[in-house]
């Protein structure tokens, strides 16, 4: 199974050290949370896994190939998507035409193009608002449109930044069902955000970063039993929602939508035709 891990990666500002020997892995079709109290290190451990920031040691690898010194848009060809939390749609163009606009970038045909246009705006159920120019969308509709571009490339890992930031708790529901949907069809998701009790709900494995470590790593249950994450992050009265669901990985109570997993089944498709 193809993995995406770190070995070792270390960060330096002005002399101090604000990530040291940090390690981790997530596998196709496995969630995981990269979590900590701020100024812990994990946005910048985040951001090195992306390819945003450089590592002063330590090397980041997809599968068997070290790709720590490789650009972003190269990542992207190699099958890693990267989803930031601030908004990336273009706000004068239509929902149709955000989508659009990275589907041209791709060889394939005016009907192909077409069909996983389409695809994509029923799977993540934009029908209502495909017109819309970005600027009209609400916090939760935009980020399916982010979401819908960062499928575009029929992704093997997907890296969101803060993805259930400013969005109300139906609209966090319905993205924790997506979520759920493209883990079923193989894709690789690692989640950093500061709303903890959304991010365990939907991850089969966490790491807590602490003091720029990994303090600890483990299932949701796990660390919310663990007296130290309690002490050091997650708070005495911390508690996952009654309906969480302790698989063989964590999923929301709720099945994904259908059309969800019909996006997740021809992101598949596409990836086997590679």
Partial sequence: MEILRTEGLSKSYRGRRVVSDVSLSVGRGEVIGLLGPNGAGKTTSFRMVVGLIAPDAGRVFLGEKDITETPMYQRARLGISYLPQEASVFRKLSVEENILSILQTLRMSRRERRERLEELIEGLGLQTVRQSAGYQLSGGERRRVEIARSLVISPKFLLLDEPFSGIDPKQVIELQGIIGGLQSSGIGIIITDHNVRETLSVTDRAYIIH??????????????????????????????????????????AQPPPEPVEQVAASTRRKRQKR
């Fill in 211 to 252: 003091n720029g470590t990994v303090f600890r790593s483990g299932a949701p249950r796990e660390l919310e039993g663990d007296p130290e994450v309690r002490r050091v992050y997650l708070g005495e009265h911390f508690e996952l929602p009654a309906n969480f669901v302790a698989r063989e990985g964590a999923r929301p």
